[in-house]
Each structure stands twice: as C-alpha cells, then as structure tokens.
C-alpha cells in the first residue's frame, strides 16, 4: 500500500497556517492579559477609586478568566470579547485619565483588531475609536486645537500599524500559500516516486520469481535421458512455473520447410498433436515467422495482430510470444507459449524467456546427440555380434574343441550327455552362445546358488579370453598376410621384364601354403590367352 503525506491539519501543521497561528496568538494573549491582569487588578484594589470602579474591573477580570478557560468556544466570540474587554478599558481610561493614558490601551486595541481579525477591521476600529476621541474631547476639552493634534497625531501613529500589520499579514498569507503549493508539489513528487519504487520492486520481484523458474527447468530438463520425455517436461514445467495458459515446443522437420508440434502442456495441444499439428516455416502465423526469422516475436493482443494463427483448439488465447530455440545460429525449433490475458508480456519477459530457450534449445541438442551416440553404440554392438557369431560359427566349423578333466588327467573327449549331480554355465559371448562348461561332483552332494554364480562369473571370463585369443590369432594371421604381401612387392619391383615379372609373381605366389596351383594372365578374355601356371615345387629354383 502506498504511503502517503498526512495533511497539515490532520498532524498540526507541516507548514505555516495563519488561522492557526492567529488561534495560538489569541491563546497566549487571552493566557498572558489573565496573568497581568490578576497583578493589575490587586494594585487597583488598593487605589482611592469608587466602588464601582472596583467592581467593574472585578467583573471585567472575571469575564476574561472565562474566555480564556472556555476554549471549547468559537474563535470569533473569544477575540470578540477580549477586544471588548479592551476597548472597554481604553474607553474607562479616557474618561478617567484623558487622551495620554487612553491612547496606549487604544492603540493596543486597534493592532490587536488588525491581528486578531484582518488589516481592513483594525482600519474601521481606527475610525471608530477616532470619533470616538472627538466626541469625547469635542464634550470635555476647552481647546479644540488641543483635541485636533492629539487626534492627528493618533490617527498617523495608527494608520502607520494598520499600514504595517496588512503588509505583513499580506506577506504571511503569501508564505503560507508558496509553502503549501511547495508542500503539494512535494508531495505529488514523493507519490510518484513511491509508485516508481513501488512499480521497479513488483518489476524486480517477478524478475527474480521467473529467474529462479528458470534455473529450476534447466535442473528439470537437465535430467531427462530422451527427447521426447524432455520436450514434454519442458512443455508443462513453463506452463506451472510462469502461469500460462498453454505452452508448445515446435521442431524442425528433416525438409526443413515445417514446424511439427511435438510437446504441449494444454488439452487443446495435445488434440493438436495427435492430428499432426504443423505449420509453414516464414507463412503460417507466428511460429512459422519466428522459425523463418530466427527472432522473437510478441502479440500483445492477437485480436490486432496479422500475422497471428487464429487456432480454434485454444479459443481463450489473448497474447502471445514465440521464441526461436537456437544453438550455434542453427535453428532447432520454436518455444511457443499463450496467455489468456491481454498484454501478458513485458521486455523483461522477453529476456528471461529467451534464456530459458537457449537453455533449452542446448537440453534437445544434448539430448539428440545423446541418442544418436546411442543408436549407433547399439548398432555397433549388433555389428559386432553379428561378426562374433559369423567368426566362431568359422572356427567352430573348421574344429570343435572339447576337453575334459577327470581324477585320471586332463583328455580331448566329450562328458557322458547326463552326468550325475553336473551343473552347466554357457559361454556366452556379446549375446552369442559359443560352448559350455559342465561340472560334475563326486557323491550326492548338491551344488550351492553360489557355487552356481562362481561358475557363470567363471563361463563369462572364458568367454571373454578365447575370443581375446581369437582376435589375436585375426591379428597374427593379417600381418602373416601383410608381411608377406611386402615381400612380394618387393621382388616384384625387381623385376624389368614383363614376363619375368609374370613368372616371378607364379612362382612367389604357389609357395603360399595350401596353395596347389597358380595362373596369372594378361588381357580381356582368359580364353584367348593362355595362362603362365606355376612349376611344381619340386622344379622351383
């Protein structure tokens, strides 16, 4: 919730108030006339004054003490009273002293006026309390000059206050006035400084939110072992962690020419993909653009977008963003995800996104390179079997190995085809059953589940030796080979005649073993060009 600035009369003022200051003003003075009063009064009890008197100042001390204990009564009626109060005394004065002693308590009453009320009331005090002063002085003095100058003089020493205090109750309420619209523009300042922070904190708080998403579907996706489980994790794992309304993963077809939906984490996808779902890469809406254009691409609102795919699968769609997954600038297929509302989508959005498609774009690139290395460890196994099988299906042919072991020695013989109490373990070889070896105990006693173990861990070991004797028996035999193909080519390149060349290669060629007999020819047709054929051995120099 945003905080805001209290206003001046909710906390008692954060700038100057002249209403205020004129109610502080009249509390101190109506305080301060009680305390001089009291003093005032006491001495004038012990005065030669008439009774009268007496009770008048008495009764006038009375009423002031309750303007000023009675705050719960108007501004108006307190100064009004105080200023009665006043002019009552300055009247008692003139009557009493004449015009030197009146003077001062109608001074005070005229700048008391002017602060307590405005400059313009303080001039129409002045004007009474002047005419007030002729009266009385055009009644009680002898001297009509006398009366004029100490009239003039009064109404120049009053004109000049009046004039003063409106200058400077004018300057008051232009303070007052630049303090509050400096306090309101500070105000309206601070406002839209608590909505900027407020604004950037939402901004970095969903940041982070979908920053930690993010790592959280990259750990996700780094532990799925196939494509297709990867995709799918990705699809609903975007959609629960960001609160979309649908998410699908788009791939390349082999043509390069089309996006297949692959994953998709909305009922509407999957009806999508069970149909095949796919669009034209740089033609059909914004997946197809993004594929094409390897860039991002937002709608804000579909409704205004041209290039948006209206899809009736997913009515609620009302904006939407498209990100191409991409690694080394190979484009491997789009991250497509919709949002039901409008405007669902910032540049934040935008930047977080795309590293979470990169992240994923290297998870399928991983995870594709992963089963290709597996299909082709798996058909070079089946490779490899297959030769195995075809190599010992060989060799077993050619001789059949079979040897026994009995209390009389070791022999080449077969066991009995049902020896009593024997247990048998294959030798089996990359899935191929080569042989087998069969133990058989003297007496009745039986063969344990780990004796059974010792002797299949002992057939595999032999497996795995005869056919490493097998290989280098392979070995041995192609560099016979190999060197006795060096050796003929090197006494072939003694010879400069072509047919002593011809006889040489006869003759080196049936001194092979099991070689019975050699022909070597030249030309297009055997038949018309009889063969060089090799002496016997005997007759070979």
């Given at each position: 919730?945003?905080?805001?600035i209290?206003?001046?009369r ?31 009064i006491?001495l004038?009890?012990?005065?030669p ?8 100042a008495?009764a ?9 204990l ?22 008692s ?13 109608f001074?005070?009453?005229i700048?008391?006026t002017?602060?307590?009320?405005s ?23 002898t001297?009509?000059?006398?009366s ?5 003089i009064l ?9 003063g205090?409106h ?9 007052q ?7 309101d ?11 900027r922070v ?15 998403a ?6 996700k ?20 962690q960001?609160?979309?309304?649908h998410t ?39 997946v ?6 390897k ?6 609102d ?18 939407e ?8 600038n ?10 039901d ?19 994923i ?18 058909q070079l ?5 297959i ?8 060799k ?14 070791l ?12 247990i ?11 042989g087998?070896i ?9 063969w ?24 280098l028996?392979?070995?041995t ?10 050796k ?15 006889q ?17 020819f ?13 002496q ?6």
């Amino acid at each position: 919730m945003r905080n805001t600035i209290p206003s001046p009369r909710s906390t008692g003022g954060e700038f100057f108030s002249y209403e205020q200051w004129r109610e502080r003003f009249l509390k101190v003075v109506l305080q301060g006339s009680c305390i001089l009063g009291f003093a005032a009064i006491a001495l004038y009890l012990f005065t030669p004054a008439s009774s009268l008197y007496k009770i008048l100042a008495i009764a006038t001390y009375g009423v002031l003490v309750l303007v000023t204990l009675f705050t719960s009564l108007s501004y108006n009626i307190r100064a009004s009273v105080f200023l009665f109060l006043l002019f009552f005394a300055g009247l008692s004065s003139l009557f009493d002293y004449g015009i030197a002693d009146a003077s001062i308590l109608f001074i005070g009453f005229i700048v008391m006026t002017g602060l307590l009320f405005s400059p313009r009331v303080g001039m129409y005090s002045t004007i009474a309390v002047t005419v007030l002063i002729l009266l009385v002085f055009g009644w009680t003095s002898t001297s009509l000059a006398d009366s004029a100058r100490l009239t003039g003089i009064l109404l120049i020493v009053v004109t000049i206050i009046a004039i003063g205090l409106h200058t400077f109750q004018d300057e008051f309420i232009k303070t007052q006035r630049a303090a509050r619209q400096t306090l309101d523009a500070l105000r309206e300042e601070r406002a839209t400084l608590e909505e900027r922070v407020e604004e950037r904190t939402v901004g970095l708080t969903r940041k982070t939110e979908h920053l930690r998403a993010t790592s959280y579907i990259a750990r996700k996706t780094a532990e799925a072992q196939d494509l297709a489980t990867l995709l799918d994790t990705v699809a609903h794992l975007v959609t629960d962690q960001f609160g979309f309304y649908h998410t699908g993963v788009f791939l390349i077809n082999e043509a390069g020419n089309r996006v297949v939906l692959q994953a998709a984490s909305s009922e509407g996808g999957q009806r999508m993909i069970e149909r095949g779902h796919s669009l034209t890469i740089g033609m059909q809406g914004i997946v197809g653009y993004v594929a094409a254009q390897k860039k991002p691409r937002i709608a804000l609102d579909v409704g205004t977008d041209a290039v948006f795919f209206n899809n009736p699968d997913l009515p609620l769609t009302r904006s939407e963003v498209a990100l191409p997954l991409l690694v080394h600038n190979k484009i491997l297929g789009v991250l497509d995800i919709q949002s039901d509302r409008p405007q669902a989508f910032s540049m934040d959005d935008i930047d977080v996104l795309q590293t979470l498609s990169d992240q994923i774009a290297i998870a399928i690139e991983n995870a594709r390179l992963l089963d290709e290395t597996q299909a082709a460890i798996m058909q070079l196994e089946a490779l490899t079997s297959i030769r195995t099988h075809e190599a010992w299906t060989q060799k077993l042919r050619e001789q059949e190995r079979v040897f026994t072991y009995t209390p009389l020695g070791l022999r080449s013989e077969k066991l009995p085809k049902n020896p009593n109490n024997a247990i048998r373990a294959p030798i089996v070889l990359r899935g191929r059953k080569i042989g087998n070896i069969s133990i058989a105990r003297t007496g009745d006693g039986k063969w344990s589940r780990l004796d059974e173990r010792v002797l299949e861990e002992v057939a595999n070991q032999v497996g795995l030796a005869v056919d490493n004797i097998r290989l280098l028996e392979e070995a041995t035999h192609r560099a016979r080979q190999e060197q006795t193909v060096g050796k003929l080519a090197a006494r072939f390149s003694q010879s400069l005649d072509l047919d002593t060349l011809l006889q040489t290669a006869t003759r080196e060629l049936g001194q092979l073993p099991d070689v019975a007999e050699v022909a070597v020819f030249i030309g297009q047709d055997n038949k018309q060009i009889s063969p060089l054929k090799q002496q016997p051995k005997s007759d070979e120099i």
